[in-house]
T-cell receptor
């Protein structure tokens, strides 16, 4: 069990650029979640997948955000036309069914 | 509505017990969780309790749940400097929604 892996760990980009993050869940975990955490706050839910199906999206997930999990294994989260307010830690978690969610170390996004 | 509240800060001396408190508002919560976050890292699952339980003990950790008052606590016995971190309380509701709702976290500082 290698844990949830996220790449990159840090991303610095200019406002208006597109960014993409990757998450590799624990193998055989069928559920995968994305959360966003800003400084001094707890994580906030963005979206989740069961296998390859995206089953729920938060209202925090604006039109500039898109997430995929094409083969039911790894997932990508893309942010288009980044804004200053997108600066945050993006956390991925996975679970086997209703079992507890296990988190990766996150991708910290900084918008210049 | 969904609301999880925690006190912001707790300072204890090494060897003492720490008690971190959490209140939640949604009575349909099924599972309640405690996660630990160290600087620059993701969230580590510490323990969780099902809503039909009152107490759960796991080595140095004791979780108490008071459903009437919607109050959850985490007691860490013999607190060590390595326990210094931010502790998050989180809930999952019995509405079919699988997203975790987090509090803002309690920063635990352990003084030698």
């Amino acid at each position: 069990d290698t844990g949830v892996s996220q790449d990159p760990r840090h991303k610095i980009t200019k406002r208006g650029q597109n960014v993409t993050f990757r998450c590799d869940p624990i193998s055989e975990h069928n559920r995968l979640y994305w959360y966003r955490q800003t400084l001094g706050q707890g994580p906030e839910f963005l979206t989740y997948f069961q296998n390859e199906a995206q089953l729920e999206k938060s209202r925090l997930l604006s039109d500039r955000f898109s997430a995929e999990r094409p083969k039911g294994s790894f997932s990508t989260l893309e942010i288009q036309r980044t804004e200053q307010g997108d600066s945050a830690m993006y956390l991925c978690a996975s679970s086997r069914g209703l079992q507890p969610q296990h988190f990766g170390d996150g991708t910290r996004l900084s918008i210049l | 509505g969904e609301d999880v509240e925690q006190s912001l800060f707790l300072s204890v001396r090494e060897g003492d017990s720490s008690v971190i408190n959490c209140t939640y508002t949604d009575s349909s919560s099924t599972y309640l969780y405690w996660y630990k976050q160290e600087p620059g890292a993701g969230l580590q699952l510490l323990t969780y309790i099902f809503s039909n339980m009152d107490m759960k003990q796991d080595q140095r950790l004791t979780v108490l749940l008071n459903k009437k008052d919607k109050h959850l606590s985490l007691r860490i016995a013999d607190t060590q400097t390595g326990d210094s971190a931010i502790y998050f309380c989180a809930e999952i509701m019995d509405t079919g929604r699988r997203a975790l709702t987090f509090g803002s976290g309690t920063r635990l500082q352990v003084q030698p």
